[in-house]
């Protein structure tokens, strides 16, 4: 089972962005998927998260700007960001509890990260 980021580029500050975390293999059932970022010479930092419920937080620098969903029959997950602004940019990174099929436990997996730079 694998997470691959897409959707990232740049953009102009004010602009918005949509990244894609899709999950491949043979996959049962995804849980908890988040997003985190992490920028040239930081720790990397939590985004938000999506309940298998629907619930969702997000850190006090997206909330209101950033929304995370998922479309359970794509095995994919998405962050919209709008109101991009230039601290927004840095390598986001998807992260997933996925069960695969034949499995009675979830395992936790990380995409290879994608990068978002904000800039005029």
């Known amino acids: 089972v694998q997470l691959m980021e897409s959707g990232g580029g740049l953009v102009q500050p004010g602009g918005s962005l949509r990244l894609s975390c899709a999950a491949s293999g043979n996959i049962y059932s995804i849980g908890i998927m988040k997003w985190y970022r992490q920028a040239p010479g930081k720790q990397r930092g939590f985004v938000a998260r999506?309940?298998?419920?629907?619930?969702?937080y997000y850190s006090d620098s997206v909330e209101g700007r950033f929304t995370i969903s998922r479309d359970d029959a794509k095995n994919t997950g998405y962050l919209q960001m709008n109101s991009l602004k230039p601290e927004d940019a840095a390598v986001y990174s998807c992260?997933?509890?996925?069960?695969?099929?034949?499995?009675?436990?979830?395992?936790?997996?990380w995409g290879q990260g994608t990068q978002v730079t904000v800039s005029s």
């Open positions: 999506l309940f298998s419920d629907g619930g969702t």
């Open positions: 992260n997933a509890m996925i069960r695969g099929s034949g499995n009675s436990d979830f395992d936790e997996r």
